[in-house]
């Protein structure tokens, strides 16, 4: 079996953001996480309800962040970004700290209509932000930062439990 190669970052991003911006809906995460500063060179995997989504390497700064879902899945997010969408709660034990989301994510369903116009398969891969193949499935969200600088999956279970529409 033949791996098929990963869209890259740019190339899904034209594809997606326009759609994003006429179709997608304002979201805001809607639980707290547990987060602590990377040492450097940690291999985090991210596996969500469905399995392994991404590999990433935290670099020394970034952060190390648990999402508080039934998969408590973990992931990288670098100083600035992490800076920008949380706000320090307190210590949550084990050098983890608690914080409260403060950023907004512009989502699409990844539903049958929505491949077919982007002429993507039910399960694809792409590069992620971070620069590792990420899978998406039908039925996730793709999303982006309200100024559409990257793009990213989240799976359907944790969008749903971590999500909430922002009414404007």
């Not at 190669?5 to 997608?24: C, D, F, N, V, Y």
């Not at 962040?65 to 100083?79: C, D, F, H, W």
Request: glycine share 6%.
């Amino acid at each position: 079996m033949t791996k098929t190669k990963a869209l890259s970052q740019l190339a899904l991003l034209k594809k997606i953001r326009p759609l994003l911006e006429t179709h997608g809906s304002l979201f805001q995460k809607k639980q707290r996480i547990l987060a602590k500063r990377a040492s450097g060179g940690e291999r985090v995997e991210t596996h969500t309800s469905d399995g392994l989504e991404t590999v990433n390497m935290a670099q020394h700064g970034d952060y190390i962040v648990e999402n508080q879902t039934k998969a408590r899945e973990i992931y990288v997010l670098p100083e600035d970004k992490f800076t920008a969408r949380y706000r320090l709660i307190g210590p949550a034990g084990n050098g983890f700290h608690e914080y409260e989301p403060t950023g907004k994510i512009v989502a699409i369903e990844l539903n049958s209509a929505l491949l077919s116009a982007l002429s993507l398969p039910d399960t694809f891969r792409f590069m992620a932000p971070w620069k590792s193949d990420m899978v998406a499935k039908k039925g996730d969200f793709l999303v982006s930062p309200t100024e559409f600088s990257e793009v990213y999956r989240i799976a359907r279970n944790e969008f749903f439990e971590t999500y909430a529409p922002v009414s404007e």
